[in-house]
């Protein structure tokens, strides 16, 4: 009877310390029993392990064709280990594609600003000053050269509750919808981490007949949004022109 490969047993039982490592981090954040930090700190150190189960039991999966027995353990080893390894990985590899930035603004020169909003973010770390990093909007310029205001020939009126419609359409908690100021305030939950971004979209008509839409989507924590309110704000205003059945000027 051949032995059973030690490098697939061990592959197999890092990826398990792995995966529980992965869920315990995902739970504890997602039910706020620690702080941001310490929730990422444990999602990084499950990659690294998921990666190091993967090139263990790849070892594994070599010393099995030599002869030992294990191959449904090294299998096992790097199937556990690339799922752990995952959300640190393509987390890296998206945040290395992006500006570490987590305030994003159609309105760079005059971004919407929040006002019912301003309590619930009493005790997050990310400010709404816009004041770091010093180019904030060099860098979001750059790397989002496509997000504009979006303007239209269309009634403030009907595009304000065209707005807030979309908004609620996109799952948003709707903080405050006020017409007479125009701006509709509201907070975006993640699914799996329950991640919390505030969003403003403000609705103003600097001349008659012509209405603008601009809108603002902010991070809680984190220091870089890894480009999901730069998408958050694109399927907003896509969603907005189909309610509305108009196009951008």
Not at 142 to 163: H, R, W
Not at 201 to 209: F, H, N, Y
């Amino acid at each position: 009877m051949a032995v059973q490969s030690r490098a697939a047993v061990w592959g197999m039982r890092i990826g398990v310390v792995a995966l529980i490592l992965l869920a315990l981090a995902i739970i504890a954040n997602r039910y706020e029993l620690v702080v941001f930090k310490f929730a990422i700190l444990g999602i990084a150190i499950a990659g690294a392990l998921g990666i190091i189960a993967v090139i263990v039991s790849l070892i594994g999966i070599v010393r099995v064709l030599g002869g030992k027995a294990g191959m449904g353990i090294a299998i096992a080893g790097v199937v556990l280990g690339l799922i752990a390894a995952t959300p640190f990985t393509t987390s890296f590899v998206k945040g290395r594609s992006v500006p570490p930035i987590h305030d994003i603004t159609t309105d760079l020169s005059n971004p919407p600003q929040f006002v019912a909003v301003v309590p619930l973010r009493a005790t997050s770390p990310n400010p709404l000053d816009r004041a770091a990093p010093a180019d904030l909007a060099a860098l979001q310029a750059k790397a989002y050269p496509d997000l504009a205001p979006l303007k239209l020939q269309e009634q403030p009126g009907k595009v304000f509750d065209a707005a807030r419609d979309v908004a609620h359409d996109m799952g948003w908690e709707i903080v405050a919808a006020t017409p007479e100021t125009g701006l509709i305030e509201a907070t975006a939950t993640t699914s799996l981490l329950r991640f919390k971004d505030d969003i403003v979209v403000r609705v103003v008509e600097p001349d008659a007949g012509t209405v603008v839409v601009d809108v603002r989507s902010v991070s809680r924590v984190g220091m870089s949004d890894l480009g999901t309110n730069a998408a958050r704000i694109r399927a907003y205003l896509s969603a907005l022109k189909a309610k509305l059945g108009l196009a951008a000027s």
